[in-house]
């Protein structure tokens, strides 16, 4: 990815202030018509505008099954939109396969995807909440596929996380595009070295074995299972010990090549991150003076130091 290169990323058309909720109004995300957009190029869609319920129309909501929900209009189930909204799921999976990441509307019977009701026959909404039908077709296309709900996009931890894995599920597009090879798939997995091992260096050592004998197996195969792992990794939240570890690490590079006072200064920064007194974005812009004025091949190569581009600012809450 160029630093001019937008992201495509789907998203819910309420999410952009379009007015396409039952009740004609929207659920602007101003996060992302205001910072997310100077990067990404957003592909909207409101499943039931899509499959001609307009605007405005009564609501529905998920019945039955929590694995297997129905969606039916609130004042009469027997009007049932379940086959059409998924059906229009699967369609949109296929002419979005470009995808690098989806923000969905929570709570919707379309669109959510943690924590959607699904109610039962008593009136009252199983305890085990559901997913929207069209967010589970587009999920169940692309399993791997980093997606996020609106609500959620407030937390700046899951906020940062998804942009992360927004922008690695990019760059393997972009790999995969240019032709997998044995060669490309280390490569790619050496510059996400720092990003697997704040995640879970635990799982950052198991896709290092599993690439251990790369060029033994076939490229695509290989590719397939290591992206698979990758992205799993990814999702899971990085932690202040977690990032103080990689941050040492990183550290380690610069031990023959700064000042004592400057070491000192550096040691004293990230544990202040460490136990909260500052934000991840005061120790990294550090190291990044520091390997700009010491300039080291391995290391310019990790996304670690720069996941996404600097102005989105996802580090100074974090």
Known sequence: MTQHTKVKVGISSCLLGEEVRYDGTHKHLRMATESLSRYFDFVSECPEMGIGMGVPRKPIRLVGDVNAPKAVAVHDETLDYTS???????????????LSGYIFMKNSPSCGVFRVKVYQQNGYPAPSPGRGLYAHAIMQAYPHLPVEESGRLADA???????????AYANWQALTREGLSAKAILDFHVRYKYCLMAHSPTKYAELGRMLADAGNHDPVELGERYFAELMATLGKLASRKTHTNVLMHLQGYLKKKISAAEKTELAKIIEQYRTAQLPLIVPVTLLKHHFNNHPDP???????????????SLRNAI
């Open 298 to 312: 391995y290391i310019l190569r990790q996304a670690y130091l720069q996941p996404y581009p600097d102005d989105l």
């Open 84 to 98: 059409e909204l998924t059906r229009f799921g699967q369609q949109k999976a296929i002419e979005h396969h470009d």
């Open 157 to 167: 931890c899951l906020r940062e996380n998804f942009v992360t894995r927004v922008f």
